[in-house]
């Protein structure tokens, strides 16, 4: 698996709270055998409307926003233990979320999937939503050796704890 | 001074690598099709073969359809993944209870009803409420598929210790009030992140009156308060379940009354309620958390979250639940797909039809539940009451198998998660206890047992 080291990118911002593994990829898209694909389905119910066509406000499907880290509100990835959740994000193109807290389980998955699930202060979460929804553009450093969090513009920057055991791991090896 | 759930974790500690990540023993791994194939497939990659498969006993249920069974399954990935996971147990050797086989049903209510669930023991699973387990005095929580390939490979997993919360129960539950009631008021009371990082254990005089199935619905909702799991001591009533099952006839009362936390000081954080104070209680919103009593007011709060949420449910601020018509009643699932809670359901409507508009479907935890059900004559009571009975399986708690509930129509459903699109695209969900639902049956609508 790719070890990642640094992540400089613009956020997606979805900024829910409790956003649970059932609106990340919902169960009917979980009859795969592989982990591939599930990126298509990455948050399906609120990407598309009943008769399948765009809903143009979600983030996702705004030109507005784009970047490899998703920005979401606080105990994210709760409910079912469905590790698609963590490949649909990945396989999105995702390569870091961001939130005040993550449930246990997602963070697991995530971490097994090289996914990197990051948890900062409301208040630092806070100040890169203001910066964000002012400027689209604004790229945050993820810097997983030093574990913290630069928002670029502001120089402002928060620690955040992933054990290095954890991270890039596989799961039989 | 150490808790229950302390004394059998360090039991099963093998490693400590950091201060976030533990390697523990697996006493017994329980899996399913939709979480374990691409597991299967890390180890047939590496080469590597399962460990234990004499620990490792495999079911079909989240994607089964619920009826003809016995007949070949149209959808064709469903039909995939149910070969798949044949293919991988044959290859494996690993125990298969799968579709029409009389073991076969949901895997939290199986593992139970077989008595492959045991005091003391470490239980995992690919799905989060496996914290059901935990009723009998066991450390049972839900892991990633990555971890299901580790448990498969190693009998073991990484994982980090929580730290431990008491939910301490006293007084008796009043007339018609479940122990499903008790926990949606208490993850109403607490909120759905409350338990995030720790693991529960239940205790006090109500907990203590419980029946084991009533137990099981406690701790199989723990995890939606956020926790890994929850669990509550073994005791003489977890005895008396034990001792008639197939698989746990070895276990003597003296190891279920052995194990119990040192005392309350022991505990990082406790939290106690008073069972008087629970009424019928249903959920308002999209996520368990969001509770009432069925004859309270709904109150906004001012969050892009909530007002979401209530959307999407088509509630307004000030309403209140008792009242409002549906148009399904869903009984069943893990929570509540057990006999006993048929039976308390049939209690209900005996010489009662569903309301016309309302279809009400009622699905076995298991083959074993749905045997009861017919020994027990409850299948004529149902029957002449207008409910549809069908085969076992998870059916419209996840909505994956054909089975589920029509964008915006209202289903009162005794499952655990009332999540936007859980029971189906643009489904509503309310939460409730088997009595309450056959209640809502009867009349259509959301009505007060009392
Ligand atoms: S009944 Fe529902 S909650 Fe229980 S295992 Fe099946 S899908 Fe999960």
Request: charged letters at 20%; aromatic letters at 8%; one cysteine or more.
């Amino acid at each position: 698996m790719e070890k990642v080291t640094i992540i400089r990118s613009s956020v997606v911002p979805v900024l829910l709270d409790d956003i649970d593994t059932d609106q990340i990829i919902p169960a009917r898209f979980l009859k795969a055998t592989s982990r591939e694909g599930f990126g298509e389905n990455l948050f399906r119910d609120w990407r598309f409307n009943d008769s399948g066509e765009s809903e143009i406000k979600f983030p996702l499907n705004d030109k507005k926003w784009s970047g490899e880290i998703l920005l979401a509100g606080e105990n994210f990835g709760c409910g079912s233990s469905r590790e698609h959740a963590a490949w649909a994000i990945k396989d999105y193109g995702f390569k870091a979320v961001i939130s005040s807290h993550f449930a246990d389980i997602f963070k697991g998955n995530a971490l097994n999937n090289g996914l990197l699930p990051i948890e900062l202060s409301k208040a630092f979460i806070e100040d890169i939503k203001e910066e964000v929804l002012l400027n689209p553009e604004t790229k945050l450093e993820i810097n997983l050796e030093q574990q913290e969090v630069i928002l670029r513009v502001s120089g402002e920057r928060e620690k955040f704890v992933i054990s290095p055991y954890n991270s890039g791991n596989s799961d039989v090896d | 001074m150490k808790t229950l759930f302390d004394k059998i974790w360090d039991k099963h500690l093998v490693e400590e690598i950091d201060d976030q990540t533990q390697v523990i023993s697996i006493d017994r791994h329980y899996i399913h099709e939709v979480t374990s194939p691409q597991a299967f497939n890390s180890l047939n990659e590496k080469g590597v073969a399962v460990m234990r498969p004499d620990l490792t006993t495999a079911t079909a249920d989240h994607n089964v359809p619920t009826q003809d069974q016995d007949k070949a399954i149209k959808n064709e990935l469903s039909r995939i993944q149910l070969e798949t996971l044949k293919k991988n147990c044959d290859q494996h050797g690993i125990e298969l209870y799968g579709l029409g086989h009389e073991n076969n049903g949901i895997v939290h209510v199986i593992g139970p009803e077989l008595g492959l669930t045991q005091p003391g023991m470490i239980i995992v699973c690919g799905d989060s409420h496996t914290s059901t387990h935990g009723a009998f005095g066991t450390v049972a929580f839900g892991i990633g598929t990555s971890q299901v390939a580790q448990v498969l490979a190693s009998q073991s997993v990484l994982t980090a210790k929580p730290k431990t919360l008491l939910i301490q129960v006293d007084g008796e539950l009043n007339q018609y009030i479940t122990s499903k009631d008790l926990i949606l008021h208490i993850i109403s009371r607490l909120g759905t992140g409350f338990g995030a990082g720790y693991f529960i254990e239940f205790a006090g005089s109500t907990i203590a009156n419980m029946s084991m199935e009533s137990r099981m619905t406690v701790c199989n909702m723990s995890i939606e308060m956020g926790a890994r799991g929850g669990l509550i001591a073994a005791d003489a009533v977890t005895y008396e379940y034990l001792k008639t099952k197939k698989f746990s006839q070895g276990v003597s009362l003296q190891q279920c009354e052995e194990m119990k936390s040192d005392g309350i000081e022991a505990f990082d954080k406790v939290v106690k309620f008073n069972a008087h104070d629970v009424r019928p209680t249903v959920t308002f919103g999209t996520n368990p958390g969001m509770g009432i009593g069925i004859e309270d007011q709904i109150v906004t709060q001012d969050n892009d979250t909530f007002t979401k949420s209530l959307e999407y449910m088509g509630l307004t601020d000030r309403l209140k639940l008792e009242g409002l018509p549906i148009q399904h009643v869903f009984i069943g699932s893990c929570t509540n797909g057990r006999f006993e809670d048929f039976e308390a359901v049939a209690a209900v409507i005996k010489g009662n039809k569903k309301a016309a508009h309302v279809r009400a479907l009622l699905v076995p935890g298991s083959n074993a539940v749905l045997k009861q059900i017919k020994s027990a004559g409850l299948k004529e009571v149902f029957e002449s009451a207008g409910f549809e009975i069908r085969q076992p399986g998870c059916s419209a708690c996840l909505a994956m198998n054909g089975d589920s509930i029509p964008a915006g129509e209202y289903c009162v459903s005794t499952s655990n998660r009332n999540f936007e699109g859980r029971q189906g695209a643009g489904a509503r969900t309310i939460l409730a206890s088997p009595i309450t639902a056959a209640f809502a049956a009867i009349n259509g609508k959301i009505t007060n047992p009392n």
